[in-house]
C-alpha cells in the first residue's frame, strides 16, 4: 500500500515491534470510532494484519528514533504525529485549522526544566525555565520551509542528546530545537491533546490565580 498523491489533512503512526502493534491496533480503533473518515498513514517495518490503514509505507528500524527522521515523508499537508501509545476520546478534526496560522503546535509536557538532564546536555541547560519540555507523542505539523528546517535541526540535536547520554528519549532535543528554530511559528495546544495520568514532582508553582485567597 502506498500513495503518491498528497492530501490535505491526515494521521501518521509509527510503529516497532508487537508491543506497538497492540497499542497501534486500540489506538486505531479508537480514531476510527470517532473520526471515520480521517486518513491514516503507517509507517513500520511490516505490513499490520488488518486494512484501517490508507497507506502503509515500509520502512527500517535502523534507527533508535526515527520520527525526525520520517515525519516529513507524511502524505499530507497538515499531519497530525500520534504515538501508538495513545486513545482519541474526542473531536480532534478541527485541530487541523490551527495550521491555517501555525507550522507546527504540540503540548506542554509534565516535565518542566529537569535538573538531570540540564547537567548532561548543555544546550538544555540554558534554556529559560519557564520554557518546559514538549510533549512528543501528539505533534501537529504543517508542510513548510520552516517546518523542514526544524526537524533538520531536531535530528542533529537528537544526535547530540544520545551522543551525551546514551538516551533515546526525544523530548530533551525537541525542547531545544523548537527554542533554537525562532522562525518556526510553534502553538502550544491545551492539555486535553495529550492528557497524561502520571505525575511529575519538578513542578512548581510560579504564580497562583484565584480569587478570594486574602480570606483563606
Not at 471515520?36 to 511490516?46: G, R, V, Y
Not at 535502523?62 to 504525529?81: A, E, G, M
Request: hydrophobic fraction near 35%; charged fraction near 30%; glycine fraction near 6%.
Amino acid at each position: 500500500m502506498g500513495g503518491g498523491r498528497k492530501m490535505r489533512n491526515g494521521i501518521v503512526y509509527i510503529a516497532f515491534g508487537n508491543k506497538c502493534m497492540r497499542e497501534l491496533e486500540y489506538s486505531v480503533k479508537t480514531l476510527r470510532k470517532t473520526h471515520p473518515n480521517l486518513k491514516i498513514t503507517l509507517f513500520s517495518d511490516k505490513i499490520p494484519d488488518n486494512d484501517q490503514f490508507d497507506f502503509v509505507k515500509l520502512i527500517s528500524a535502523d534507527s533508535v528514533r526515527v520520527k525526525q527522521k520520517f515525519l516529513l515523508d507524511s502524505p499530507y499537508d497538515n499531519t497530525l504525529y500520534l504515538d501508538t501509545d495513545t486513545a482519541i476520546l474526542g473531536p480532534i478534526e478541527e485541530t487541523f485549522r490551527i495550521m491555517e496560522r501555525f507550522d507546527m503546535a504540540a503540548t506542554h509536557d509534565l516535565i518542566r526544566k529537569d535538573a538531570k538532564k540540564s547537567a548532561k546536555y548543555p544546550d538544555y541547560a540554558k534554556i529559560p525555565d519557564g520554557f518546559p519540555e514538549f510533549g512528543g507523542g501528539v505533534i501537529l505539523f504543517r508542510k513548510s520551509t520552516e517546518v523542514e528546517r526544524f526537524f533538520d535541526v531536531w535530528q542533529r540535536n537528537f544526535k547530540k542528546w544520545y551522543e551525551l547520554t546514551g538516551e533515546v528519549r526525544d523530548q530533551p532535543s525537541f525542547r531545544v530545537s523548537v527554542w533554537q528554530c525562532q522562525d518556526l511559528k510553534f502553538f502550544v495546544l491545551p492539555p486535553e491533546f495529550n492528557h497524561r495520568t502520571k505525575k511529575h514532582n519538578n513542578i512548581i508553582t510560579r504564580i497562583k490565580h484565584e480569587h478570594n485567597m486574602w480570606r483563606k
